[in-house]
């Protein structure tokens, strides 16, 4: 399972608890975010990128699991999904915005933090800072193709 896209990819996915391990410069650009992060288990895959003035998330690829419990959910596809809406900077490190969650059918709020260049904590929350989940994703390094990993 997507473990309810880590609950919520995380009750709604995306940052929170600041890391011993920050970047050295404290103040990263949302290009420092762009790329293509995999959740702890591996099984799914989001390319964070620009959408216009904003920052969204889609996923580039899930493992047969992960797309299975959504299509179970929700009868979609998981790979192409956005699962982050509207996330824009809200501190050092730091863009809030909105996670979907496809296998609860349900938007929540969400947080990313940039905690080094290879890694982020995502948060979610069923309310703003009520009912909570966090994980740390970890960048896939790509050759130049959207989802495919070296």
């Known amino acids: 399972m997507i473990g309810k896209l880590s609950l919520a990819l995380i009750a709604a ?35 964070i990128k620009s959408c216009g003035p904003e920052t969204c998330g889609y996923v580039v690829w899930a493992n047969a699991e992960a797309q299975a419990d959504v299509k179970k959910g929700s009868n979609q596809g998981l790979v192409g999904m956005q699962l982050l809406r509207d996330f824009s900077s809200s501190g050092a490190n730091e863009w809030k915005g909105k996670v979907f ?10 947080q990313v933090r940039l905690l080094d260049r290879s890694s982020l904590r995502a948060k979610g929350c069923l309310l703003p800072n009520f009912l909570c989940k966090s994980q740390v994703w970890t960048r896939v390094e790509t050759a130049g193709v959207t989802g495919r990993t070296l």
């Open 13 to 47: 996915a995306a940052v929170g608890v600041a890391s011993p391990v920050l970047a050295a410069d404290s103040t990263a650009r949302s290009g420092d975010l762009f790329g293509v992060w995999r959740n702890p288990k591996g099984s799914v895959h989001i390319e």
């Open 101 to 110: 969650v496809p296998d609860l059918n349900m938007t929540f709020s969400g």
